[in-house]
């Protein structure tokens, strides 16, 4: 029971890792360090497939985030029923701590992510592009709280799923002997 909770554990937190590195990356280059002016560099066009696929991605990992809340909250229960056992779960606890912090932090930027998800601007109900350039806003507004998000985390994530792993490793879980 221990060992699948802390994979889930370590499968949300790669899974957000991973979504919240693969969001779309729009940047700017200088041309150079003489009176040049700036140029951005040239960006492919953005399909209205391409739209739907990012925003039912952003959608997905929006939904995951929801759900931090619930996995902290699983992760102490772990904790706490490990350390009644006489383990010791002080790394592990300093690490859910301090996620649990950053989380706190971020939750209002993930709150406010709400508006940008029910008013879907440039979407219909389905995820379907409506309108290109609201869209492109949408997905640019929502990558942007991601960032944010991600910011404010600053690694907390990967040190909790490390951590975690150290504890699974520190403290395997005993054998069971077959019965004859």
């Not at 919240?20 to 150079?32: I, T, V």
């Not at 931090?68 to 029923?81: W, Y």
């Not at 993930?110 to 949408?138: C, L, R, W």
Request: charged share 30%; net charge positive; glycine share 4%.
């Amino acid at each position: 029971m221990i060992i699948t909770l802390f994979k889930k554990s370590i499968l949300f937190a790669l899974i957000l890792a991973l979504g919240l590195a693969s969001l779309p990356n729009f940047s700017a280059a200088a041309a150079g360090l003489d009176n040049q002016t700036l140029t951005q560099q040239p960006q492919r066009e953005i399909t209205k497939e391409r739209l739907e696929k990012i925003w039912a991605h952003q959608l997905r990992l929006y939904e995951k985030l929801g759900k931090t809340d619930e996995f902290i909250e699983k992760i102490q229960k772990l904790i706490d029923r490990a350390s009644a056992n006489g383990k010791d779960v002080s790394a592990l606890q300093a690490a859910l701590d301090t996620f649990a912090d950053a989380w706190k932090d971020a939750k209002p930027i993930y709150e406010s992510m709400k508006g940008i998800v029910n008013s879907h601007q440039g979407f219909d109900d389905n995820g379907k592009v409506t309108d290109p350039e609201k869209a492109k806003e949408t997905v640019k507004s929502m990558q942007e709280k991601f960032r944010e998000i991600k910011a404010i985390l600053n690694g907390t994530g990967q040190a909790l799923r490390e951590a975690i792993q150290a504890f699974r490793e520190a403290n395997p879980r005993p054998q069971k002997s077959p019965t004859p």
